[in-house]
């Protein structure tokens, strides 16, 4: 599926890197001088109290901002600005804190979307619905088809996003994300406002998005248990810098980290 | 149990996919053709073509078109009018230039020309959204009738400042001009809108009406999965530039026949269409003929009541009746904001279940 000029990148090397980035709003350091990379194949957790930059992380990540300092690195090519689509098309997915569907179009609909990426076939066959439209069409309903069935939201198919409960609508945006058959999957609080069952059920679907797919996550999360027990690795964010960076059961142990969660004052 | 789906399992994605998933949707499409293209023509009279039948087929296009771009790409356009402007001229410069040249490439040009015109002027959708647009698209409404009335060489510099459309034929049979039967005028436009009312359809059930949608409901996740904003807004632009030119178009030569510019394709004309999409019901291509045949409809049948029905004066009943469609669109807007295309729904919801409702 890769292009073959694109840089291989094998089994635990690393994926995205991220060096030296500071982003400002105004006077606002949102993020400040942070680095840190995600390995092919991990679940890299992103953690810290509200407001330390976990989500302006993601967002530099995928284009939506781009950062006054440092650079990016992802499959070993390192890029200046890029567009969100661009992102898109290299790989990455994306999932929003307050889930971002389309609420006027179907479950069905909506994941196909996901697919946009896949799809070339050429305007005219559009118009009479023929030839490589209808072809192709049916080859991504079938691997939206897939996805519907892994998730488990069948009898929601056809309704429109809008009239769903939350938790289902945050299944279908991890549903849309998936349909990209993305190679880095940024998840920002997929569990966040869900109940323990939602929360079960969507760790499961976490795991086995990682280990069937090999899909690399990048995961942030409040819920300590859930990011001791998914994660391979945890970055700490604290008012935009980083403070720990480690394997879950070093990171826990760590004062800072601590200190940062209880809000022990800066000096 | 009239209605339903219920039995009629599809046992295939492409049978689910199909234009009408539901057998009785199929039937009663089939049936509605039938009638239209069979049966209504041995009706059809002056009078029923010229105010009634082709106004109703030239409308549900150009409604079509502003759905498309309002309606799924979710991008507010007042310049309608001024569309189906650029459709009718370009079809007088094309006809009376190359006159030997076939009436129907006259029209497909007439709309690619529109459809062009439609993505200059959709350039300002790249930075600028809702009103700003709106506002935006009414500088163009204004800007096109401006021009048209202003360069003569559009209107082939004649004393009048109209233009007249020449005797077209098909065929051998005259689809144009003052002789123009009003058989072949309502099934000349009926073709017209059949077919491309078919492929509305089968570009808002794929990817390009996928993309439109995102961009519609949310910019920034659209971007996100690799919708291209600059490609989704400009191809919404073309596409519905080009039903409204076309349907500009044929407004022009075959209801028509003869245009003034600022009279036919005032402002009014872009709040007419508009008020047709939401009545019809946003994002339907069915709502669109709905919305297209009430606004049509409903002036005629309440001004007979009224002069005929009631012995008002003509003039008073124009006004009554510009005060009451008024307040029906309102009245409309409170009571069903979604529009006839989804009472349509909540009635097919309805059949499904009855006659037991539980
Ligand atoms: N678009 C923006 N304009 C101005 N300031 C912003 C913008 N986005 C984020 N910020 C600021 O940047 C800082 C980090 O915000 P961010 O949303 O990244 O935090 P977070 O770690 O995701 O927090 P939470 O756990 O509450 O989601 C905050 O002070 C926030 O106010
Ligand atoms: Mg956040």
Same mark, same amino acid.
Not at chain 2, 6 to 12: E, L
Not at chain 2, 74 to 90: C, D, H, I, K, N
Not at chain 2, 152 to 161: D, I, Q
């Given at each position: 599926?890769?292009?073959?000029?694109?840089?291989?990148?094998?089994?635990?090397?690393?994926?995205?890197?991220?060096?030296?980035?500071?982003? %400002?709003?105004?006077?606002?350091?949102?993020?400040?001088?942070?680095?840190?990379?995600?390995?092919?194949?991990?679940?890299?957790?992103?953690?810290?109290?509200?407001?330390?930059?976990?989500?302006?992380?993601?967002?530099?990540?995928?284009?939506?901002?781009?950062?006054?300092?440092?650079?990016?690195?992802?499959?070993?090519?390192?890029?200046?600005?890029?567009?969100?689509?661009?992102?898109?098309?290299?790989?990455?997915?994306?999932?929003?804190?307050?889930? %971002?569907?389309?609420?006027?179009?179907?479950?069905?609909?909506?994941?196909?979307?996901?697919?946009?990426?896949?799809?070339?076939?050429?305007?005219?066959?559009?118009?009479?619905?023929?030839?490589?439209?209808?072809?192709?069409?049916?080859?991504?309903?079938?691997?939206?088809?897939?996805?519907?069935?892994?998730?488990?939201?069948?009898?929601?198919?056809?309704?429109?996003?809008?009239?769903?409960?939350?938790?289902?609508?945050?299944?279908?945006?991890?549903?849309?994300?998936?349909?990209?058959?993305?190679?880095?999957?940024?998840?920002?609080?997929?569990?966040?406002?869900?109940?323990?069952?939602?929360?079960?059920?969507?760790?499961?679907?976490?795991?086995?998005?990682?280990?069937?797919?090999?899909?690399?996550?990048?995961?942030?999360?409040?819920?300590?248990?859930?990011?001791?027990?998914?994660?391979?690795?945890?970055?700490?964010?604290?008012?935009?810098?980083?403070?720990?960076?480690?394997?879950?059961?070093?990171?826990?142990?760590?004062?800072?980290?601590?200190?940062?969660?209880?809000?022990?004052?800066?000096? | 149990?009239?209605?339903?789906?219920?039995?009629?399992?599809?046992?295939? *994605?492409?049978?689910?996919?199909?234009?009408?998933?539901? $057998?009785?949707?199929?039937?009663?499409?089939?049936?509605?053709?039938?009638?239209?293209?069979?049966?209504?023509?041995?009706?059809?009279?002056?009078?029923?073509?010229?105010?009634?039948?082709?106004?109703?087929?030239?409308?549900?296009?150009?409604?079509?078109?502003?759905?498309?771009?309002?309606? *799924?790409?979710?991008?507010?356009?007042?310049?309608?009018?001024?569309?189906?402007? @650029?459709?009718? *001229?370009?079809?007088?410069?094309?006809?009376?230039?190359?006159?030997?040249?076939?009436?129907?490439?006259?029209?497909?040009?007439?709309?690619?020309?529109?459809?062009? @015109?439609?993505?200059?002027?959709?350039?300002?959708?790249?930075?600028?959204?809702?009103? *700003?647009?709106?506002?935006?698209?009414?500088?163009?409404?204004?800007?096109?009738?401006?021009?048209?009335?202003?360069?003569?060489?559009?209107?082939?510099?004649?004393?009048?400042?109209?233009?007249?459309?020449?005797? $077209?034929?098909?065929?051998?049979?005259?689809?144009? /001009?003052?002789?123009?039967?009003?058989?072949?005028?309502?099934?000349?436009?009926?073709?017209?809108?059949?077919?491309?009312?078919?492929?509305?359809?089968?570009?808002?059930?794929?990817?390009?009406?996928?993309?439109?949608?995102?961009?519609?409901?949310?910019?920034?996740?659209?971007?996100?999965?690799?919708?291209?904003?600059?490609?989704?807004?400009?191809?919404?632009?073309?596409?519905?530039?080009?039903?409204? /030119?076309?349907?500009?178009?044929? &407004?022009?030569?075959?209801?028509?026949?003869?245009?003034?510019?600022?009279?036919?394709?005032?402002?009014?004309?872009?709040?007419? !269409?508009?008020?047709?999409?939401?009545?019809?019901?946003? /994002?339907?291509?069915?709502?669109?003929?709905?919305?297209?045949?009430?606004?049509?409809?409903?002036?005629?049948?309440?001004?007979?009541?009224?002069?005929?029905?009631?012995?008002?004066?003509?003039?008073?009943?124009? &006004?009554?009746?510009? #005060?009451?469609?008024?307040? #029906?669109?309102?009245?409309?807007?409170? !009571?069903?904001? &979604?529009?006839?295309?989804?009472?349509?729904?909540?009635?097919?919801?309805?059949?499904?279940?009855?006659?037991?409702?539980?």
């Amino acid at each position: 599926m890769k292009p073959p000029d694109e840089p291989m990148v094998g089994q635990g090397e690393s994926l995205l890197a991220v060096d030296n980035v500071s982003l %400002a709003f105004g006077g606002v350091k949102a993020i400040n001088d942070i680095s840190f990379d995600i390995r092919r194949g991990e679940i890299r957790a992103i953690i810290g109290p509200n407001g330390a930059g976990k989500t302006s992380m993601l967002n530099v990540i995928n284009g939506f901002y781009h950062p006054q300092e440092g650079q990016i690195t992802f499959k070993g090519r390192t890029r200046s600005k890029m567009k969100p689509y661009e992102a898109a098309s290299q790989g990455i997915a994306r999932t929003f804190q307050n889930v %971002a569907l389309f609420r006027g179009m179907t479950t069905l609909d909506n994941i196909m979307s996901g697919r946009t990426l896949k799809m070339r076939s050429h305007f005219f066959f559009h118009l009479f619905h023929a030839g490589p439209a209808r072809s192709e069409e049916l080859e991504n309903r079938q691997f939206v088809e897939h996805i519907i069935d892994f998730l488990e939201i069948e009898h929601i198919r056809k309704t429109p996003v809008g009239r769903l409960p939350y938790g289902l609508q945050k299944r279908v945006e991890l549903g849309r994300a998936l349909a990209m058959e993305p190679e880095l999957l940024l998840l920002d609080e997929p569990m966040a406002g869900m109940n323990l069952e939602e929360k079960e059920d969507m760790s499961r679907f976490v795991i086995d998005v990682n280990q069937q797919f090999g899909t690399t996550i990048a995961l942030i999360e409040h819920d300590m248990g859930v990011v001791m027990d998914l994660s391979d690795r945890v970055v700490v964010l604290d008012y935009g810098k980083k403070i720990a960076d480690d394997v879950p059961d070093i990171v826990q142990k760590d004062q800072d980290v601590i200190d940062a969660y209880l809000g022990v004052p800066h000096d | 149990m009239f209605y339903r789906e219920v039995g009629d399992f599809k046992t295939s *994605y492409a049978a689910d996919q199909a234009i009408f998933p539901i $057998r009785q949707d199929r039937w009663f499409m089939a049936i509605l053709l039938v009638v239209a293209f069979v049966v209504v023509p041995f009706g059809v009279n002056d009078y029923w073509a010229n105010a009634i039948l082709v106004p109703f087929l030239v409308y549900s296009l150009a409604v079509i078109g502003l759905n498309i771009l309002t309606g *799924y790409c979710g991008q507010v356009s007042l310049g309608t009018g001024g569309f189906m402007a @650029v459709g009718a *001229y370009a079809t007088y410069k094309l006809t009376t230039a190359f006159p030997e040249l076939n009436f129907v490439v006259v029209l497909l040009m007439s709309g690619f020309i529109t459809a062009g @015109v439609g993505v200059l002027f959709g350039l300002p959708s790249l930075r600028i959204k809702g009103f *700003y647009l709106a506002v935006a698209t009414l500088a163009a409404q204004f800007f096109l009738i401006w021009l048209f009335n202003k360069v003569g060489w559009f209107y082939n510099y004649n004393a009048t400042g109209q233009i007249t459309m020449p005797t $077209r034929e098909l065929f051998g049979i005259a689809v144009t /001009g003052a002789g123009t039967s009003p058989v072949v005028k309502y099934l000349f436009c009926l073709t017209i809108v059949a077919l491309f009312a078919w492929v509305a359809k089968n570009l808002v059930r794929g990817r390009f009406g996928r993309t439109w949608m995102a961009i519609r409901d949310m910019d920034i996740a659209a971007e996100l999965i690799g919708v291209r904003p600059l490609f989704a807004k400009l191809s919404a632009f073309a596409v519905s530039s080009f039903y409204v /030119g076309l349907a500009g178009a044929l &407004h022009f030569s075959v209801w028509f026949g003869a245009i003034e510019v600022t009279e036919a394709y005032s402002i009014n004309v872009s709040f007419l !269409v508009l008020f047709m999409v939401i009545i019809g019901g946003l /994002g339907s291509i069915l709502g669109s003929f709905l919305g297209a045949a009430f606004l049509v409809l409903m002036p005629i049948l309440l001004k007979n009541f009224m002069t005929e029905g009631l012995g008002m004066l003509a003039v008073t009943a124009k &006004h009554t009746e510009i #005060l009451l469609m008024g307040v #029906l669109i309102i009245f409309f807007l409170i !009571v069903e904001p &979604h529009g006839f295309a989804r009472l349509w729904q909540i009635a097919k919801e309805k059949l499904r279940l009855w006659p037991f409702p539980y």
